[in-house]
């Protein structure tokens, strides 16, 4: 047996629950349905889980509920595993390189595992001729495979909702059937709709506008919405089947909660929100600025050289992220104020001030922080982050003066 460890996106599997699904599964795996008379009682269904409040589960989750009462076999078919053990696995993330796979679970331990977390799940049985039927269990024996269950997970593109939304329409539309769509979605970005998650977690919301790029804030298409699973569950209850003809049904025949909604507790966050941290080290450095001003003899380059240092640590973080695989994170403005540079010219800037030299290092600098200002007129920036850059233009229009007035001392007797 594996003795490796998985792990779901919601939730960790015991290893002695892990040996009741391989069990379970190896019978699912090795079923092959050619009648039709096995194929009516069979009943295939969307499961959505609503969010809970840990911070990797925010979004929901997405599975497939399969129940094939001749064979006793009712399992959840979820995209969501992960293997954590595989070495540099958070580079691999960060990367846009991590592999997730096709994981099964008997039915009442998927619903108990969510039961204890407080989420609601929500069942919807689809619509489906016998034909049907056998085409999307096939489909789900043939994913099962070992050489086919793992694949390349892309959290906007390609998660664990949209693998089981495939799943279902691609095997259930045909030559005499039809799926008509939600005619009406309201114009989102992926960032909106990240923002929607994250009311409750500004931290969390703010990392990962950090993160995100320009491609963020681009119109989402019908299909792209349908990334988060309360998306896909709502498309679901206005889709609709034809036959070709003037027929036309329901996708979903049928719609109840089989785990009903808990008690949930949410761990509160940082005390202090990003606009209000900004709005401190702004007046920070307002006042920075007028000591050096008027009461030092001259300039703070301890200050300078601290905001020199954390802007360049932020910026290589921002900077790995250009070789992701994650198309939404590539082309991020973020860059143009957070890089690697000020780690390159941090000590030439600070000697030249103390000796008060010029040194044009504050000129460029200014110069992308004046473009990342301007970048948000395409690019939504994380809370807070105007009025970083609006601090940092202020060192840097304080240093540019200060070197324009300030001459070495000359000595010469």
């Known amino acids: 047996m594996n003795n490796i460890s998985y792990f779901c996106i919601v939730k960790r599997f015991t290893s002695i629950l892990r040996t009741v699904i391989i069990g379970f599964t190896l019978l699912f795996g090795t079923q092959t349905y050619t009648q039709a008379d096995e194929m009516d009682s069979v009943r295939i269904s969307l499961l959505t889980c609503s969010p809970h409040e840990e911070i990797y589960s925010l979004y929901g989750h997405t599975a497939i509920r399969l129940e094939i009462p001749a064979k ?8 969501g595993m992960f293997n954590f053990s595989k070495p540099y696995f958070a580079l691999r993330f960060i990367f846009g390189l991590t592999d997730y ?6 039915f009442p331990y998927f619903c108990a595992e969510y039961k204890s977390y407080g989420s609601k799940v929500t069942q919807q049985v689809i619509r489906l001729t016998n034909s049907q039927k056998r085409r999307i269990v096939e489909a789900l024996e043939k994913n099962y495979l070992p050489e086919n269950r793992v694949y390349r997970y892309n959290f906007f593109y390609d998660n664990c909702t949209t693998r089981a939304r495939d799943m279902i329409l691609q095997n259930l539309q045909d030559d005499s059937t039809h799926i008509i769509p939600k005619s009406h979605h ?4 992926f960032r909106q709709m990240i923002h929607q998650c994250n009311a409750h ?5 703010f990392g990962i506008d950090m993160l995100l790029g320009l491609q963020a804030d681009r119109q989402t298409t019908d299909e792209e919405q349908q990334f988060l699973p309360a998306n896909l569950m709502n498309d679901f209850d206005e889709m609709l089947l034809s036959d070709n003809a003037t027929y036309e049904a329901p996708l979903v025949t049928d719609k109840t909660t089989v785990v009903e909604p808990g008690q949930q507790f949410v761990e509160s966050d940082f005390p202090l929100s990003p606009t209000t941290c900004a709005i401190l080290l ?3 450095t ?3 600025t007028l000591y050096e001003r008027f009461v030092a003899d001259g300039t703070c380059w301890w200050y300078d050289l601290v905001l020199m240092l954390l802007s360049g640590l932020a910026g290589c973080v921002l900077f790995i992220m250009l070789f992701s695989q994650h198309p939404t994170v590539r082309l991020n403005l973020n860059l143009l104020m957070l890089n690697p540079l000020p780690l390159f010219f941090a000590w030439r800037a600070v000697r030249r001030a103390r000796r008060g030299q010029k040194d044009w290092w504050w000129m460029l600098w200014g110069a992308l922080i004046v473009l ?5 007129f ?3 920036y994380a809370e807070g982050m105007i009025i970083v850059a609006l601090s940092l233009l202020l060192r840097c229009i304080t240093n540019c003066m200060a070197n324009r007035v300030s001459t070495p001392k000359n000595n010469n007797k």
């Not at 009712?74 to 995209?79: G, I, R």
């Open 72 to 79: 006793g076999i009712d399992v959840a078919v979820n995209y």
């Open 282 to 284: 702004l007046i920070l």
């Open 201 to 205: 977690h500004p931290w969390n919301r």
């Open 378 to 380: 395409w690019q939504c």
């Open 372 to 376: 990342f200002l301007l970048g948000s």
């Open 286 to 288: 307002i006042a920075v």
């Open 101 to 106: 796979e096709m994981g099964v679970t008997p």
């Open 186 to 189: 309201e114009e989102l970005t």
